[in-house]
C-alpha cells in the first residue's frame, strides 16, 4: 500500500504564532487522502472457478439466489474482473474490455459453510481456487488491490495497462492504405509497440526500402 508522505512543514519563528495556528497547520500539512480498497470491505474475497464464458451466468445466478433467499448480508459482491485493452484489427485501433482471469469470478461473502455451499451449488461453479475440503483461502491484500484498483478520493489509482493487441507479426505481407505508398505491398521487418508502428520493407524501382508506418496505414493480406 501506498505511504503518503506530507511535505516538510517551514519553520515557525513565533511560538505564539506557532500555537494558533497550530490545528490549520495540521490540516494543511497532515490530511493525507484516504485510500479506498476493496479489501476494506465487509466479509472477505474468494474466487470461484466457473465454466468457460459463463462467468455473467454465474453472476446473474448467484445474484439472483442472494436476493430470492435474503442473503444480502453474507453473500455482499460477485465480480467479474475486466481491463481496457487496446487492440488494433484490419489496421483499426480500438479499445475493448476483456476479462483479465478467463473462468474466474471474485464473491466477497462472510466464510461459513452454508455460503460456501450456497455458491457452489449454483450452475456453472465448479468450485473455489485452493479450496482444501470446505475451507478456500480468502485473498491478501495486495491480491485484492492488484484485480480492483484502490481509488483515493473516488478516483481510481492508476495501473500499467498492457501491451496494444495487434494482428501483425514479422515477415507478414501487408499492403499500405495512405500515404506516398498507398497501394504497396511488402512484408513486415520491425514491429514496435510502443510507438504503434511498424517497418514495412516495399520494392521500390526493384530494391527493398524499409519505410515506417502506423499500425493503422496497413493491412494483412
Not at 50 to 57: M, S
Not at 90 to 107: A, C, D, H, T, W
Not at 110 to 131: K, R
Not at 163 to 188: L, M
Request: proline fraction near 6%; glycine fraction near 4%; aromatic fraction near 8%.
Amino acid at each position: 500500500m501506498t505511504e503518503f508522505v506530507t511535505d516538510e512543514v517551514e519553520e515557525v519563528v513565533s511560538s505564539e504564532a506557532a500555537a494558533e495556528n497550530d490545528d490549520a497547520s495540521n490540516e494543511e500539512f497532515f490530511d493525507e487522502p484516504v485510500i479506498e480498497s476493496a479489501y476494506d470491505r465487509p466479509g472477505r474475497w474468494f474466487i470461484v472457478h466457473t465454466i468457460n464464458g459463463h462467468e455473467a451466468k454465474v453472476r446473474e445466478a448467484l445474484t439472483n439466489v442472494v436476493k430470492a433467499r435474503g442473503l444480502e448480508n453474507e453473500i455482499m459482491e460477485i465480480y467479474i474482473p475486466e481491463e481496457d485493452v487496446t487492440e488494433f484489427k484490419n489496421g483499426e485501433k480500438r479499445i475493448v474490455q476483456r476479462k483479465m482471469f478467463p473462468s474466474y469470478v471474485l464473491v466477497r461473502c462472510h466464510p461459513s459453510d452454508d455460503t460456501f455451499h450456497t455458491i457452489s451449488q449454483v450452475p456453472s461453479v465448479t468450485g473455489f481456487v485452493g479450496a482444501l475440503k470446505n475451507n478456500p483461502p480468502a485473498l491478501r491484500r495486495r491480491e485484492v488491490d492488484a484485480i480492483i484498483r484502490p481509488k483515493i478520493e473516488g478516483v481510481e489509482v492508476p495501473t500499467k495497462r498492457r501491451a496494444p493487441q495487434h494482428e501483425f507479426e514479422i515477415n507478414d505481407t501487408v499492403q499500405i492504405k495512405t500515404g506516398p505508398f498507398a497501394t504497396f505491398s511488402g512484408h513486415i521487418s520491425e514491429i514496435n509497440e510502443d510507438q504503434l508502428k511498424v517497418k514495412v520493407l516495399v520494392d521500390i524501382f526493384g530494391r527493398e526500402t524499409p519505410v515506417e508506418l502506423d499500425f493503422n496505414q496497413v493491412t494483412k493480406i
